[in-house]
């Protein structure tokens, strides 16, 4: 009995002391029966934040305005997350203004005891001026800078929390914060998964749909699409004397550099664009541009997963830097640029022929039968036998030059022998634009990748520097009209992501340099009497052996270097007609040189006698033995995006806070 009474004792004890305390009546406080809860006053407080203690004031107060009641709250939460990172994510745009103005909110100013609110007039300006900067990487405008929401009016006491920033500024400095019309791009310095790249592409072309597209040419051997973004005033056609020019990435799966720059190159120019940037008006608006970011995204994905699980480094046989080496085939371990048809050999073997050419060689039937012929490599050829282009560029690393065709010693026992194109002053020319425009490639002070080609201008012949056969380059000089380099863009082919935007800046004024070289030497239109272009009509130019034929409705490009060319228009059927041209040096844009064929009935014994393009019938049909007959394009991509993907950042905070904070995700 008494050890019952005990335990119900030391229960009612117990239920006392453990019971939450309830308000005090009056006398009881003294007996111990209750607590008087304590009030948490406001007070002001130092500021010691360590992303807000440069704000125009000392003193803050608890709670703010967002209900954070001390400082450990603040330093916790994803608002502070996000205010120490702005800086990084907005690539130093609107920073730090958005910094202050979120400060203002988290660490408000504190006299007399009471919070005072920021101006509503100095966020709207913010905003105004940086919403964009968000809406580029996806970012919901912060809850807590609602302007109508946390900010007041200046009737109501408000302070401009930017006031120590301003009194920092110029006249100068001031004047061009003002400008929201014409903010920069912001582009994000990140590697992008195929699923990413794709939804990239597709989104920077439905954000520019007056100028842009994308269209796939076919698949990789692993079924991932081949996706090109194209920009024009006029996406989708081929318009009259306006020249095609493309760039390819990513050939060689471990080469990756290239692949992220286009990917920079296409959010440029739409956004460009669209901020009234001239110089990317007048490039969109004369020139149909064409980029192909990854030919090779499957061994894209072998070479990412090898260098994310840090692969060991090689080195080729001349010591020349290789990087990670996995993943420079395709799916099926080809090395896409040792796949084309090699038409090199072929114009080698006809030099001795009276009437030889290096133009327009057809695809000998052996090609199809001899080698695996990738389906990358198929898609490609298909590609720019469908669009007369003039121009092109491959992009690769591994090292800093720029190499321009024949790519193919023109000695079988020479490994290393210069081997010219007719078009050699022509290519050195091109090849010159983009290395004189990249701000490193030509510097004597430049770490080089254990070749030095300064003395030569960072330029080579590509045979000069190592022979290859079957190469893309050759291909597109001697089968199309395009005239095509391959840029050596970085010793190291995989970067570390933290090198890509010094790497964009490098490049940014070469890519758009030799985008506008398209537009030099002449072009025009080949016509009949009655006015009607002459579709595969030949142009030549006397002392060059290599002609091209006119597109679809009769007009041509022709590069060429300044000085006084005498051209010559012929086609079966007609007279030919010739004329004297003068290039200056300086020539902003193409001569436009037209001809006017009569026609007429030749005899193939008279001296003016026009050889057709030789095999027109076998250049023609395209692939005769149907050995890809079941490899089907698919039909340009449909507008949209492929599957929502959370942005490049969210990981970032979800991982950092433990939660999902919804509130940063835009909705479109």
């Not at 896409?336 to 080698?348: G, K, Q, V």
Request: hydrophobic share 35%.
């Amino acid at each position: 009995m008494a050890m019952k009474v005990v335990i119900l004792v030391n229960a009612v004890i117990a239920s006392i002391w453990c019971a939450p305390p309830r308000r005090c009546e009056p006398g009881e406080e003294f007996l111990g029966w209750c607590k008087t809860p304590v009030e948490h006053k406001p007070k002001c407080s130092d500021l010691v934040l360590g992303y807000c203690d440069d704000m125009p004031y000392s003193h803050t107060i608890f709670p703010n305005l967002v209900d954070h009641r001390n400082r450990d709250d603040v330093e916790q939460s994803v608002e502070y997350l996000l205010l120490s990172v702005v800086h990084s994510l907005l690539n130093g745009e609107c920073t730090p203004d958005v910094r202050l103005l979120g400060c203002s909110v988290l660490t408000p100013r504190c006299e007399g005891g009471r919070a005072l609110r920021p101006c509503r007039s100095a966020c709207e300006a913010v905003r105004r001026r940086c919403t964009h900067a968000f809406d580029t990487i996806r970012m919901a405008w912060p809850y807590f800078l609602d302007c109508d929401r946390f900010f007041v009016g200046e009737e109501e006491g408000c302070y401009d929390p930017l006031e120590g920033l301003r009194a920092e500024e110029t006249p100068e400095m001031l004047a061009a914060s003002v400008a929201p019309e014409e903010p920069a791009t912001i582009l994000q310095f990140v590697y992008h998964t195929h699923t990413q790249l794709l939804n990239t592409l597709k989104r920077t072309a439905a954000n520019c749909p007056d100028i842009a597209r994308t269209y796939t040419i076919g698949s990789s051997s692993e079924a991932k699409d081949l996706l090109v973004i194209e920009f024009s005033n006029n996406p989708g056609q081929h318009e009259l004397l306006e020249p095609e020019v493309k760039y390819v990435a990513n050939m060689h799966g471990n080469e990756a550099l290239g692949r992220e720059l286009l990917i920079y190159l296409a959010q440029y120019l739409c956004s460009e664009y669209q901020l009234g940037n001239s110089r990317v008006q007048t490039l969109v608006n004369t020139t149909r541009i064409h980029l192909l970011p990854s030919m090779n995204p499957d061994g894209y994905e072998l070479a990412s997963a090898e260098s994310n699980a840090g692969g060991d480094i090689d080195y080729d046989e001349d010591g020349r830097y290789e990087g990670h080496i996995t993943g420079r085939g395709n799916g099926q371990n080809i090395d896409l640029n040792r796949n084309f048809p090699d038409l090199t050999s072929i114009a080698y073997n006809r030099r001795r022929h009276r009437y030889h050419r290096t133009d327009h060689i057809p695809i000998p039937d052996a090609y199809w039968f001899g080698k695996t012929v990738a389906s990358e490599t198929y898609a490609v050829m298909k590609w720019i036998r469908s669009i007369p282009f003039v121009l092109s560029a491959s992009l690769h690393g591994g090292d800093l030059l720029v190499s321009y065709p024949y790519d193919l010693s023109k000695h079988p026992q020479e490994e290393i022998l210069f081997s010219p194109t007719p078009d050699e002053q022509v290519f050195k020319q091109l090849a010159r634009v983009y290395a004189d425009s990249h701000r490193t490639m030509t510097s004597n002070n430049t770490e080089r990748c254990g070749s030095d080609f300064t003395d030569k201008g960072s330029i080579i012949n590509g045979a000069e520097w190592y022979s290859i056969r079957g190469g893309m380059a050759d291909f597109n000089y001697l089968h199309t009209n395009c005239f095509e380099l391959t840029v050596e863009l970085s010793c190291d082919k995989f970067p570390p992501e933290e090198e890509l935007y010094t790497a964009w800046q490098d490049n940014k004024e070469a890519l758009l340099s030799f985008l506008e070289s398209v537009h030099r030497g002449i072009k025009g239109i080949v016509k009949d009497e009655d006015g009607r272009g002459i579709k595969g009509a030949i142009v030549s130019v006397k002392g060059i052996r290599h002609d091209i034929i006119t597109a679809e409705k009769g007009d041509y490009w022709r590069l060429l270097t300044p000085g006084i060319h005498i051209v010559t228009a012929s086609a079966r059927g007609y007279t030919r007609a010739m004329k004297k041209i003068y290039l200056p040096a300086r020539l902003e844009k193409a001569g436009r040189v037209d001809f006017i064929l009569q026609k007429a009935t030749l005899n193939p014994d008279d001296e003016d006698y026009v050889p057709s393009v030789p095999s027109m019938g076998t250049y023609e049909r395209f692939d005769p033995y149907n050995q890809f007959a079941r490899y089907n394009t698919r039909d340009a991509a449909a507008p949209g995006i492929e599957r929502q993907e959370n942005p490049w950042w969210w990981s970032y905070f979800a991982r950092s806070t433990g939660t999902a904070p919804n509130w940063l995700l835009k909705v479109d």
